[in-house]
């Protein structure tokens, strides 16, 4: 673990962060870290709508799943809004088969 404590030091965090070598998602090493110097990187760099997300749990929809929506939304248009809606509800009915099934759980 003394291993594992050092590589997750502030200090070690900053430098490979400062350096160029990796991203950081902690606003404390970013806020105490100066922006690397590598070229185009102000694309890559962390904004107030990036975090760690959790996984989305495996379920099966009914109908078309999101992605194919999003598609067939850009190719074909639509009632964005209503796509939206639609889709929501199907999710949380197939999330709560699988937590009623027990295939997926869902704890904080």
Request: charged share 25%.
């Amino acid at each position: 673990w003394q291993f594992l404590d050092y590589m997750y030091s502030d200090e070690v965090l900053q430098k490979y962060y400062e350096g160029g070598y990796g991203l950081s998602l902690l606003p404390d090493i970013i806020a105490k870290s100066k922006t690397p110097e590598v070229p185009g990187i102000e694309g890559f760099l962390p904004t107030e709508n990036d975090g760690i997300w959790p996984i989305s749990p495996k379920v099966t929809v009914d109908g078309t799943d999101f992605s194919n929506l999003f598609i067939k939304y850009t190719i074909s248009g639509g009632d964005l809004d209503k796509m939206i809606e639609d889709v929501n509800a199907r999710y949380n009915v197939a999330l709560d088969k699988a937590r009623a099934s027990g295939d997926v759980t869902t704890e904080a």
